[in-house]
Each structure stands twice: as structure tokens, then as C-alpha cells.
Nanobody, 126 residues
Framework: VQLQASGGGLVQAGGSLRLSCAAS????????IGWFRQAAGTEREFVGV??????????YYGDSVKGRFIISRVNAQNAVYLQMNSLKPEDTAIYYC??????????????????WGQGTLVTVSS
């Protein structure tokens, strides 16, 4: 599966933005689709994941975004979305989507993901 993330941009603190992760080659519903982010000078951070349809399509989030970000999947569009609300300057980062076929217990780890999109930059101004 190939993934392409898009939708990044500049937004003021408190605003919202929706990122898209378009899949091609295979159905995204066959995979856990995770979102990660990497701010300048930091390691890549787990943002959240939506599990594959066969695992219930459940969502899990990192503590720093829980309650503000929502991941959803639209099978007809073969796409996964990351709705980001109440954005903060510390959310500024390059956001990546990735696909995993690994066990659920590992989906918060970037090592579990075998296919990555190219990343999209989100900048939140104060």
C-alpha cells in the first residue's frame, strides 16, 4: 500500500485542521493506519492510530492529543483522516501517516509500520 498525507498548513492557536491520508494499491482498511509527528530536533512521536477493520476499526491516541484529535476512516475514499482541534503551538510538526500489519500491541511504535507517507507540515502560530 502507498500512502500520501496532505492538508497541512498554517493555523492559529485554538484553530482546527484536517489532514488526509490517501491510500493506493490496496485497501487501507486492511491495515492499522497510524499518525506520527516529528517536530524540529525531536524524535518522531505517536499521535494516534485507527486499527484495521478486521480488528474493529478502533482508535487510540497519544496522551498529548487525546481529547483534541480524532482519527476516522472512509472506506469508499480509501482514506484516513486526522481531525485536529484546539491546536497549540506545540502541535507544530511534520505529520506522517503510516500502515502497519503488526500486532495491536505494537501499534504505538513506529517500528511496527512498513509503509509511510511523505509527511505534511503543520504550523500553529501563537
Amino acid at each position: 500500500v502507498q500512502l500520501q498525507a496532505s492538508g497541512g498548513g498554517l493555523v492559529q492557536a485554538g484553530g482546527s485542521l484536517r489532514l488526509s491520508c490517501a491510500a493506493s494499491g490496496r485497501r487501507s482498511s486492511l491495515y492499522h493506519i497510524g499518525w506520527f509527528r516529528q517536530a524540529a530536533g525531536t524524535e518522531r512521536e505517536f499521535v494516534g492510530v485507527i486499527t484495521r477493520s478486521g480488528s474493529g476499526g478502533s482508535t487510540y491516541y497519544g496522551d498529548s492529543v487525546k481529547g483534541r484529535f480524532i482519527i476516522s476512516r472512509v472506506n469508499a475514499q480509501n482514506a484516513v483522516y486526522l481531525q485536529m482541534n484546539s491546536l497549540k503551538p506545540e502541535d507544530t510538526a511534520i505529520y506522517y501517516c503510516a500502515a502497519s500489519s503488526s500486532a495491536l500491541s505494537s501499534v504505538t511504535s513506529e517500528g511496527a509500520y512498513h509503509s509511510w507517507g511523505q509527511g505534511t507540515l503543520v504550523t500553529v502560530s501563537s
